[in-house]
């Protein structure tokens, strides 16, 4: 049984190496409960609303990530059109400046779909990952970011994966040190930024990290939207900075209806704690995987390229 399997999932991706955009779409086994939290400012998405707190929909078919910006999204349709069901959410990168004006279209998400397995565990410069990109701050450390994936078994036969495109503005690599952020920490405001704040134009439009986080143990949509929050720690932690007026941050935690599901004995708020911040250093991870195999494209030079 992969890992894949264990967690109730399947991943597809669309990856077009020309045109330097792709997309990634995340199947739970007969579909999941799911709990989304929303941080950036400047986020493309569909469906989000149907399944907040006040949203009518509970169970999810697909999680779409998706380049080409907003219209993007249109390659989450050609999901629902394989999955024929309109139970799919999504998100979308901004990764229209490093590539061509292009984007991922419907038939690009059905195939995606139809192709997707338990067996796609690739990352770096895959699906969606293929156009990201981070180090878009004030000390311009152009890293290529990408797709990545951890998957950690916390207890017997319990479960959490994290799945993340980092294409932040902030940096996941410190541009003093030369280490990762959730390594070394060392928050470099005081040593740099304050010296030349204001001085630099913040590059908009070609930001945003998005994550999947995935758990085989039973949970609400209530708990997961409280993982989805605690996750984002991770997130502040391994990219600085990070939730910006020109990031669209995003976090979906889903519970697939699976085989392999389980229940752990433990109070409601024990579970979200316990789950939630596992997730935040799972997620951590996630994030320098996905730097750690992308490879270089145009000015934006891969970490392994650097050593």
């Not at 739970?28 to 929303?38: F, S, W």
């Not at 949203?55 to 219209?71: F, H």
């Not at 470099?188 to 704040?197: G, L, M, S």
């Amino acid at each position: 049984m992969t890992e894949l399997e264990k967690l109730g999932i399947k991943i597809g991706h669309y990856t077009n190496k020309d045109g330097i955009t792709g997309a990634t779409v995340i199947i739970p086994d007969n579909g999941a409960n799911i709990g989304i939290d929303v941080r950036g400012s400047d986020t493309g998405t569909i469906n989000i609303p149907a399944y907040e707190i006040k949203g009518a929909d509970k169970t999810v078919e697909a999680i779409v990530l998706t380049g080409g910006s907003t219209a993007g999204l249109e390659c989450s349709i050609g999901v629902m059109d394989y999955l024929k069901s309109p139970s799919v959410v999504g998100a979308v990168i901004y990764d229209g400046k490093i590539g061509k004006d292009v984007r991922p279209h419907l038939q690009d998400g059905f195939e995606m779909a139809k192709n997707a397995s338990y067996n796609n565990l690739e990352q770096g410069n895959i699906g969606v990952g293929i156009g990201a990109t981070t180090g878009k701050w004030i000390y311009n450390n152009r890293i290529k970011g990408g797709f990545g994936i951890s998957i950690k078994e916390i207890s017997d036969n319990a479960y959490i994966g994290a799945f993340v495109v980092t294409n932040a503005i902030g940096d996941v690599i410190n541009p003093i040190t030369k280490e990762f952020y959730s390594e070394s920490g060392k928050y470099c405001f005081n040593n740099y930024y304050n010296k030349n704040f204001g001085n630099k134009k913040i590059e908009r439009g070609s930001n945003t990290t998005l994550g999947v986080i995935v758990t085989n143990i039973e949970m609400t949509r209530e708990e997961l939207i409280k993982v989805s929050e605690l996750a984002q720690d991770g997130m502040a932690r391994a990219i600085y900075p990070v939730h910006t007026n020109w990031d669209g941050d995003v976090i979906f935690s889903i519970s697939p209806h699976s085989k392999n599901r389980i229940k752990l004995d433990l109070n409601s708020f024990d579970l979200v704690n316990y789950i939630g911040i596992a997730a935040s250093d799972i997620l951590i991870e996630a994030i320098n995987n996905g730097v750690k195999n992308a490879d270089s494209i145009g000015d934006f030079v891969a970490y392994k390229d650097t050593k």
